[in-house]
């Protein structure tokens, strides 16, 4: 994939008062997904090689509308006068793993109803077949 004004992809990592936090921002094609990994207590650098090389590819990233920059500075000062100070990005991102979460939820009931159906059938020709 070329890297253009219109593919890109942007990782930071922060601290947001409890955990170490990587977020991706990734556009393609004008399309913007966004995703979000815990690393928990403070990575060292070995460690953030090792996330990079091996398990960046892993976070699941999902759609998102339009592209905010974070201003972690501005962030962290908006957090100390007033605990609301959520940057936009982070909140597109946590209302599309919302929009994620319903969409598979109702992706699950689906299958789990498609599954009863064919054990349902398939218990009928068991007992078509013993008659």
Not at 7 to 25: C, K, M, P, S, V
Not at 103 to 127: A, V
């Amino acid at each position: 994939m070329k890297i253009t004004e219109d593919n890109f992809t942007i990782t930071t990592i922060y601290f947001d008062g409890q955990f170490w936090r990587a977020l991706i921002e990734r556009c393609e094609d004008g399309k913007t997904y966004a995703g979000r990994h815990v690393f928990g207590a403070e990575p060292s650098n070995p460690e953030i090689l090792n996330w990079m090389a091996h398990g960046f590819a892993n976070v699941p990233l999902l759609p998102v509308e339009g592209r905010t920059k974070i201003r972690f500075k501005k962030l962290a000062k908006t957090e100390q006068k007033n605990v609301g100070g959520i940057p936009k990005s982070l909140t597109a991102f946590s209302e599309a793993q919302k929009e994620y979460a319903k969409e598979r939820k109702t992706m699950n009931r689906r299958q789990k109803k498609l599954e009863e159906k064919e054990k349902y059938l398939l218990k009928q020709l068991k007992r078509k077949k013993r008659k």
